[in-house]
């Protein structure tokens, strides 16, 4: 009997497939001018996050006035706001930020943003005094609570002059002062 051998092919020549085609690198997404952003937005935010937890920073989204003292500089304010005629009617932001909500937010970002920036940097004055624009915001909502008493002080055009309210009434919110 005669066997038949298949051919048989050595290992070696197993091994010798075509190669296959090299699969192709992909590139990153980001460049590394996007890491580096990533990395500082990834700081910033640490940054923020801490400022605001030891800024006490939540407090400042409620309608407490004891939030005011989380500057001891506004302590004096707040002694004689309690001792005030508007201490059982008005709170801090009732008089000091507009009563639109938008302008409300607005008003409370600015206020924060420029309030924290100024004592961080010590750059504030002692005792602590009202800028232009917050005399303006102040003034508004003395004209809105008290629209029905000051209607024929107002003046004729819009945006017309009027003496403050707090020039012949400068106790009225702060007593004492």
């Known amino acids: 009997m005669t066997s038949q051998h298949s051919p048989t092919k050595s290992s070696t020549e197993a091994d010798e497939s075509p190669p296959k085609p090299a699969t192709p690198r992909r590139k990153l997404a980001f460049g590394q001018g996007s890491i580096i952003f990533v990395i500082f937005l990834g700081m910033l935010a640490g940054v923020g996050t801490f400022t605001f937890g030891y800024g006490k920073g939540a407090s400042y989204l409620s309608n407490n006035p004891q939030t005011c003292v989380n500057c001891h500089v506004m302590q004096e304010h707040l002694d004689s706001w309690q001792k005030s005629s508007h201490h059982h009617v008005a709170v801090c932001n009732d008089c000091h930020l507009p009563h639109h909500p938008i302008g409300k937010w ?45 209607h024929s002080m107002l003046p004729e055009t819009r945006g017309g002059d009027m003496q403050s309210c707090v020039h012949c009434h400068a106790s009225v919110g702060h007593a004492g002062r």
């Open 106 to 150: 607005v008003t409370k970002a600015d206020n924060g943003f420029f309030h924290s920036l100024a004592f961080t940097l010590g750059d504030f004055k002692n005792p602590i005094q009202i800028k232009p624009r917050n005399k303006r915001v102040t003034q508004s909502t003395c004209v809105s609570c008290h629209s029905d008493f000051v």
